[in-house]
Structures are given as structure tokens and as C-alpha cells.
């Protein structure tokens, strides 16, 4: 070890002297006496690993204040919100990592009245004795797709390994290669059939699968034929695929149960918008299939959920499963789903309540002078290093739904000629309430198609904050609301 380094660690601050700082800043009537101590100990360990590595950084200097800082910093984390609001300003309607659908009014206000109280989760109020919990949903859910039952668990592939685990655990399923499909976080559907029990049996090639593929491959062993939406890309070209009615009549003919993954799942048809066509839930129903599993949080716009509808004889078989009960739903997800499942019960005015859909259905014009909005208000900030404009662009539905749709858009974009646009949207991204854009040809972009009216208070006052840190003074400004001047970005 070298000298300067033995140094370094001699002069490591006791744990009593740090500790004793933190209570005479009030921090120890805030937090445990453990916590305080585990965050001296940390801040003091940090000191001596950054002595021994030979790390240069003036916050790792061994003194109490610096120790007592580290602490501070560590206790003040803890309590504040890691997950907490952002404004998407990305033009990704439906962002996998900014929590896809945001909920509306009335599923809030459903999640705050039986969050805070207590509820008929599991209890029927007529019969006075226990209930299923997936009672509360199973009407609507039947009433809006005209299926004969429904089932509700957490996600969907949850429902897809569910079904499939109750339907074909130790026999075959029958899958398109071309529907092997790999979701978000790197699932994929024959992990999923795998971890199910059921043994995969592809059919086709990756573009073309035949009718004649599916009834070759129908054995004894044979549980479940399934087919995948893949909602999340498509195959153009020189490409076929069986329908879903044929496959369900092939399923009647020889007694196997057909299964209809849809992914996102749409209750209303996208194509009277101009969009793409998109199979909805209903019409998917009434092709006589089995079972249709999809999910709440993408173009239903609602929580994250994994639904399940179809025959009663199957979903009851389903319900009994022992693996249901690990895979259930909790009360305030049930809470969300029940509020937002009833803006569907007058269909044409789903889009004006579910703001998914009012991002996905709202027409240029509307977008364009939301755009303008923003842009006036940017402007009376007065700031000559801040340059905004309006340009052309294109959104996103993300979330692995409508992957050919492209939404026309006026994007408002940013150059600061103080900042490169890295370090500008690093900077947006730790305001109070992050702003998270995108960058494209050196301008930060933000798109009004993911930002509603009442967050255009929220980007001004973020953006006065930039203008303010550059405006009091030329040189680097310390603690202004957490805004950090990176060189890194």
C-alpha cells in the first residue's frame, strides 16, 4: 500500500464523531439508530476503499463533514420515492420502461378507495359467505368480448403459462415457427412453453406455415394447438399463415383445444382511426377459439394484467390449477382493471377516457398546436441559449403492439448552445419531475403526442430551472433542485 494511501486511512473519521454530526442536523430523529449507523459505516467503508484504490474524488476525503455527507445522502435516498412520475416526452406511447399505460381518473380513484379501506375482495355481499376474487371482473370481461368465462392473473405471459400448463402439461403443443415469438425482457414464448410442462412441436418455416403442416403434426400426445399474434412485429413478403377460424374448426374435428395468444389486446377497431388493422378481442371470440389470452396494460390501456377468456369448461379447468393461485392478481391491479374495463361499456367513447387510445387516435392537427402551446411557452422563457423550433416527426405505439404503425407528429426540438444535446437531456432527466425526451441529429426532441396538457406546467417549470442555473452566474452553481452539471452526461 502506498504512504499517501496509509495516510488517507489514518485520518478515516471515527463512526461516533459522524454520527454524533447527524444529530445535531436533526437526522436521527428521522430515521432508526441502526439506519443512521449502517449509513456511517457505509460512508466511512467507501472512504477507506476509495484510499486503498487510489481514487481521487474531494466528496471521499477523510473528514466527518465528508462522512457525514455520505450518510446524509444515503439516508435522504432511502427516503425518497425511487419509483416516482416522469413526463414522456419520447413519442413511445406505450414505453415498456417508462410504465406503458398510464391508468385514468376513475381507476385511480378505485385504487385509492380500496387501497385505503377494506373490501369485498374474496367475500359475496349476497350470499354473506367467500367469494372468488376474479368475480369482479369476469362479467364485464365476458360482456365486452362474448366470451363464456374469464379468468385474471398478473401478466400475460402468466396466462400463457398457465393455460398452457392446465391444457397441455406433458403433451404436445402445437406452434407455427414463425410465432416463436420473443417479448420484452428477453421471454420468450418456447421458454415459456418450456417452464408450462408442455412439449413444443414447431410447424412451418419461419415465412410460410401450411394447413397440411398443423394436421401432420397432430399425434396421440397432441394437448393444445396454439397461435400467436405477433403483435409485436411482422413478416412481410413472400409469407403464409393458417387462419384462426381454420384452426379452430381442425381443433373441433379432432377434440384438441385451440389457443389464441393475442399479446396487446384491442377492444376497439384501430382501422376506423386509419390505423393499421389490429384483431380485436371480440372478433377474435367469435371465431369459436377456445381460449384468447392478452394483456391490460398495452391497447386496452389499463394495469399491467394478463386476461384470459374463453370456453367455461376450460376456464373453470384453468381456475382450478394449483399454479393460479401463484400467479393471481392483487387487489389494487383487480381495482384498476374493473375501472378501466367499464369505459369500454359505451365502446365509441373509450378513446376520449383511455389516454392510450386518445395518443394513438388523435389526429395531427391536435398534436400540431399542442406542439405550438409548448413552443409559445418555451419561448417567454427569454433565454438566448436556449434555441426551440418545431419539426416533422414520427411516434411510436411501442410496448410490442402496432410495430408497421407509424404516427405522424410535430416534434418541438431543442439546442443549447451551452450544452450538447447529451448532456441537455441528462439534465432533463434529473429535474425534480425528469423529463424524458430523445435526441436526433444533436436537438433534444419532445413529443406532445405522449404529453397531455396539464404536463406543459411541469416541462416550463423545468426548463426555469435550466434557465435559472445559467442565469445566476457564469460560473458552476452548486444544489440547485438536484441538477447536476455532468461534464460526463
Do not use: W
Not at 432508526?32 to 457505509?42: G, I, Y
Not at 457564469?474 to 438536484?482: D, E, I
Amino acid at each position: 500500500m502506498k504512504s499517501d494511501a496509509k495516510e488517507v486511512l489514518r485520518l478515516l473519521p471515527k463512526m461516533d464523531e459522524v454520527i454524533r454530526l447527524l444529530e445535531e442536523a436533526g437526522l436521527t430523529g428521522r430515521f432508526s439508530r441502526h439506519l443512521v449507523v449502517e449509513a456511517c459505516r457505509s460512508a466511512v467503508d467507501r472512504m477507506r476503499k476509495a484510499a486503498i484504490e487510489g481514487e481521487r474524488d474531494p466528496a471521499l476525503n477523510p473528514s466527518v463533514e465528508s462522512a457525514a455527507e455520505l450518510a446524509r445522502a444515503r439516508l435522504e435516498k432511502l427516503a425518497s420515492p425511487s419509483l416516482r412520475r416522469v413526463v414522456n416526452a419520447t413519442g413511445i406511447i406505450l414505453h415498456t420502461n417508462l410504465g406503458r399505460a398510464p391508468l385514468c381518473e376513475e381507476a385511480l380513484e378505485q385504487i385509492v378507495s380500496v387501497g385505503k379501506n377494506y373490501s369485498n375482495l374474496e367475500f359475496d355481499l349476497d350470499k354473506g359467505k367467500r367469494g372468488l376474487r376474479y368475480d369482479h371482473v369476469r362479467d364485464i370481461l365476458c360482456a365486452l368480448t362474448g366470451a363464456e368465462d374469464a379468468l385474471v392473473v398478473n401478466n400475460n405471459a402468466a396466462a400463457v403459462l398457465l393455460v398452457l400448463n392446465t391444457l397441455a402439461e406433458g403433451k404436445e403443443a402445437i406452434v407455427s415457427r414463425g410465432e416463436l415469438i420473443e417479448i420484452g425482457g428477453e421471454f420468450r414464448i418456447p421458454e415459456v412453453m418450456q417452464k408450462s410442462g408442455s412439449i413444443l412441436i414447431e410447424v412451418g418455416t419461419t415465412n410460410r406455415t401450411h394447413f397440411s403442416d398443423y394436421v401432420h403434426a397432430i399425434g396421440d400426445n397432441t394437448g393444445v394447438i396454439l397461435k400467436v399474434h405477433t403483435s409485436n412485429f411482422r413478416t412481410v413478403g413472400f409469407t403464409e399463415e393458417v387462419e384462426l377460424r381454420v384452426l379452430v374448426e381442425l381443433g373441433r374435428q379432432q377434440g384438441i383445444p385451440v389457443v389464441n395468444d393475442l399479446g396487446s389486446g384491442c377492444f376497439v377497431d384501430l382501422e376506423q382511426f386509419g390505423l393499421v388493422h389490429e384483431p380485436t378481442v371480440q372478433k377474435v371470440v367469435c371465431s369459436g377459439v377456445d381460449v384468447v389470452t392478452f394483456s391490460g396494460d398495452k391497447l386496452l390501456g389499463g394495469p399491467q394484467a394478463g386476461i384470459i377468456v374463453g370456453r367455461k369448461e376450460i376456464i373453470l379447468k384453468i381456475k382450478k390449477n394449483p399454479l393460479n393461485r401463484a400467479l393471481r392478481i392483487d387487489k389494487l391491479t383487480l381495482a384498476a382493471l374493473e375501472a378501466t374495463l367499464k369505459q369500454y361499456l359505451v365502446i365509441e367513447e373509450a378513446p376520449m377516457h383511455l389516454r392510450v387510445l386518445r395518443a394513438l387516435t388523435a389526429p395531427l392537427e391536435e398534436i400540431q398546436a399542442r406542439a405550438e402551446t409548448l413552443l409559445a411557452r418555451l419561448r417567454e422563457l427569454s433565454d438566448d441559449r436556449f434555441a426551440f423550433s418545431l419539426k416533422k416527426g414520427i411516434s411510436l405505439a411501442g410496448g410490442g403492439s402496432l410495430p408497421t404503425q407509424e404516427f405522424p407528429t410535430v416534434v418541438v426540438a431543442i439546442r443549447a448552445g451551452h450544452l450538447s444535446a447529451n448532456r441537455l437531456e441528462a439534465k432533463l432527466r434529473r429535474l425534480p419531475v425528469p423529463i424524458v425526451g430523445r435526441i436526433y441529429d444533436e436537438e433534444v426532441l419532445l413529443d406532445p403526442r405522449t404529453v397531455s396538457d396539464d404536463e406543459i406546467p411541469l416541462v416550463m417549470e423545468g426548463f426555469t430551472l435550466l434557465v435559472q442555473e445559467h442565469s445566476e452566474s457564469s460560473a458552476p452553481q452548486k444544489g440547485l433542485v438536484g441538477i447536476e452539471d455532468d461534464e460526463k452526461g
